[in-house]
Structures are given as C-alpha cells and as structure tokens.
C-alpha cells in the first residue's frame, strides 16, 4: 500500500447510516475512475464486508439507473472491529490480498475515522465524501442526503398541520439529529415552526410554554414544535409532557425516525453527490490522501479528516434569530 501517489485499483463502499445520494456518489466515483482508467471495487456493507472479503468488481453498467434511488447499492453497516488495531490491520491486509491502492469512503464522522487510522497505521490513503443526513461535518455546507432529509420531514410536517388545525392541538415532531440541529433548525423554518429545539442552544420549557400561550392569547388555534432528537431537554416525549402541563394544552407527538432516511434523493443531493464523488477520486490521483471532499460557498474543497470531527460546525446565528422572529 505504502505512500505511492500512484493508483490503479481503487475501492468503494458506503458505511454508518444511510442517506439519500449515496448511490449517486457511487455512481460517479466509480464512472470518474472508469474515465481515468482506474480499476474499482466495491466493499458491500462498508468495513465489515472489508473484513469479510465481500467485494465486488465494479464496472459502467454496474452503476447504471441507480443516481435516482435511495439507500445504497453496496449496502452499508457499522462496525465495532474497526475500532480495534487487530481489526484495522487485518482490513489493510484485505486491501493488500486485493491489489486495491485507495479508497472512497462515503458516510460520516465514524467512517472518516477507521479510514483516518488506516491510513495513520498501515498508510491506507483515502478522500472520503460526507453521506449523512445530519450535515454536521465541518468542512462541507451540506452532505449527501441532508437536503432530500429535509424535504422528507417537511412534508410529514405539512400533514401535521392539517390535522392539527382540524383538531386546535399543539404538535411536537422529532426529527433526527442526536448531536446536530441543523436538520431541526431548516425543517423548522420552512415548515413554520412556533420553535425549533436544538441540541447547540438550551431554552427553558417554561419560556416554550410562555410562547405558546402568548401565540394561543392572540387567536392562534393550533402549535407545532420541531424537536432535535438530542435536545438539552430531553426527547420529544419528555418535553412534550412537560410543555404541555405548563400551558395546559391538549398535544400529541409525532416520531420521524428512520423515514427520514429513506426517498428518492432530491436533484440537489443527487448533484452534490456526483459533485464530490468526482472530486475525491480526482483528489487521489492528484496525491491527496486521510481528507474529506466537501462543498464550501459552492467550491469543493478538502478537508483533513481530523479536522471535520474536532472543529465544531457553527449552528447559524442568522438561521436562529430567523426561525425566532417567524415563529411570533
């Protein structure tokens, strides 16, 4: 494996938890590597089907009608070997058997770091793209599937609404986003949220229920709270039964989950992640390796993978202070 720049055999896989685009990333690292005259392989189920010799030789027909389907063709799934130096040496030891030279990693800050302690320990290079729903990585303004994410949840949302005007009753609705709220924060906005609860910000359940009675004092009939998954307070549930003894009002919870994940990618998640595939393979036949393809202010731009863990992607104060002023 070494330190060589050259590549010739490179390997693909998705891991951790799906997200909307990946099959287009798929798509265009394994038809920009065909352009480049690069030989590729596919690891289904990310690093556990590494460990489990389960690879597939990719070609141009491989990845034919898929940019516009869901979840991921090479499967995905997350694995507890690779955080032991055993199971990271036998995974290079793999790679070896197989003649592959570098790797596409596609998923979030768990996958980045087994392919950052590969390279570290057994010079395995790779340029990874950022498949995650949340867009919490530093180093790119959105990730592959977060968009289609976003419009999934509103439009669960926009059905809430019916039925809760028909029925003047306060609505709380989870969406995912254990660590990071900027999921919650842009379904909030666009779905007209009366507040938005992040993980990043703590605000008090009895100014929630303040604000709610405030909106019910001037006619409003019907609320609905976007929950992160990982608010300060607690799960949706939780908060949900105590706003809802503070104001005295009727509720009912809604629980996104994994539905979230799922859909047809949007045509934005869909270029986003043709956009990057493209670049990581790029980047490794350019020298690049242990970085992240990311897109910033419509430029894509590398990123080491330490960096897109330890430096903390800032919640938007605009974005905030927006989602305050338009839930009065």
């Not at 949220?193 to 009675?213: I, Y």
């Not at 607690?234 to 005295?248: M, N, Q, S, T």
Request: hydrophobic content about 40%; some cysteine.
């Amino acid at each position: 494996m070494g330190n060589s720049d050259s590549v010739t055999r490179l390997g693909v896989f998705t891991s951790g938890g799906d997200a909307p685009g990946m099959n287009a990333c798929i798509r265009s690292t394994v038809r920009t590597a065909i352009a480049r005259g690069l030989e590729v392989v596919g690891l289904r189920r990310g690093f556990a089907g590494l460990l489990e010799d389960d690879f597939v030789e990719m070609d141009l027909s491989s990845v034919s009608n898929v940019v516009q389907h869901g979840g991921t063709i090479l499967k995905s799934s997350r694995c507890m070997e690779m955080y032991a130096p055993g199971g990271r040496e036998a995974a290079a030891k793999k790679l070896r058997e197989h003649g592959i030279d570098a790797l596409v990693p596609i998923g979030g800050d768990g996958t980045f770091h087994g392919a950052h302690l590969l390279w570290e320990e057994h010079g395995v290079r790779s340029v990874g793209t950022p498949g995650t729903i949340d867009a919490d990585l530093f180093g790119s303004d959105s990730s592959i599937g977060f968009d289609t994410a976003v419009n999934t949840a509103l439009d669960a949302i926009d059905k809430l609404r019916d039925t809760a005007e028909s029925h003047d009753r306060l609505f709380f609705v989870e969406v995912m986003g254990r660590h990071a709220g900027y999921l919650a924060l842009e379904v909030g906005i666009a779905g007209g949220a009366e507040a938005v609860l992040l993980p990043e910000r703590d605000l008090p359940l009895e100014a929630l229920a303040d604000q709610l009675l405030a909106g019910k004092r001037r006619g409003k009939t019907s609320h609905l709270v976007v929950v992160a998954e990982g608010d300060q307070a607690g799960g949706a549930f939780e908060i949900a039964k105590r706003v809802g003894e503070l104001a005295e009002m009727d509720y009912r919870v809604c629980i996104l989950g994994h539905v979230q994940r799922g859909g047809s990618p949007t045509a934005r998640d869909r270029v986003l992640a043709s956009r990057l595939g493209a670049a990581a393979v790029d980047a490794l036949l350019a020298g690049e390796t242990d970085k992240m393809a990311g897109e910033v202010g419509g430029q894509v731009v590398l990123t080491p993978y330490e960096e897109t863990w330890v430096k903390k992607k800032p919640i938007s104060p605009e974005m905030l202070d927006l989602a305050g002023t338009l839930a009065m």
